[in-house]
C-alpha cells in the first residue's frame, strides 16, 4: 500500500507555469510506472505524462514540448512541471502509482488556467 498526496495546484494565467508534486508515503523504487492524469470537467480523465521505473518518460501529445515529468526517489516524490500553460490544461490532475496490475491514486489537484 502507498498513500500519495499532490501539492502545487491553484490559478495561473495562461502562459504561466506551475510544478505539480505527488508524495509518496513510502519508498518509489518498487514501483512499474508513476504518472500523471487530468480529468477536465464533463470529460474522461486521461494520461498526461508517465515516467517509468527504468527512467524512460512519454507525453500526451497536448503537452509535449510544455510538461516536463521528472522523480526524486531520495525524496519519495514525482514532479510535473508544466509550462506555458493553456486554458483547456485546466483539470483535476491525479498522480497515480502502478506496481504489477495495482494502481494508487492521489486525491487530485486542481489547476486552472484562466486570465
Known amino acids: 500500500q502507498v498513500q500519495l498526496v499532490e501539492s502545487g495546484g491553484g490559478l495561473v494565467q495562461p502562459g504561466g507555469s506551475l510544478r505539480l508534486s505527488c508524495a509518496a508515503s513510502?519508498?518509489?523504487?518498487?514501483?512499474?510506472?508513476m504518472g500523471w492524469y487530468r480529468q477536465a470537467p464533463g470529460k474522461e480523465r486521461e494520461l498526461v505524462a508517465i515516467?517509468?521505473?527504468?527512467?524512460?518518460?512519454s507525453y500526451a501529445d497536448s503537452v509535449k514540448g510544455r510538461f516536463t515529468i521528472s522523480r526524486n526517489n531520495a525524496k519519495n516524490t514525482v514532479y510535473l512541471q508544466m509550462n506555458s500553460l493553456k486554458p483547456e490544461d485546466t483539470a483535476v490532475y491525479y498522480c497515480n502509482f502502478r506496481r504489477y496490475s495495482t494502481d494508487y491514486w492521489g486525491n487530485g489537484t486542481l489547476v486552472t488556467v484562466s486570465s
Open positions: 513510502r519508498s518509489i523504487f518498487n514501483f512499474d510506472a
Open positions: 515516467i517509468r521505473s527504468a527512467g524512460s518518460t
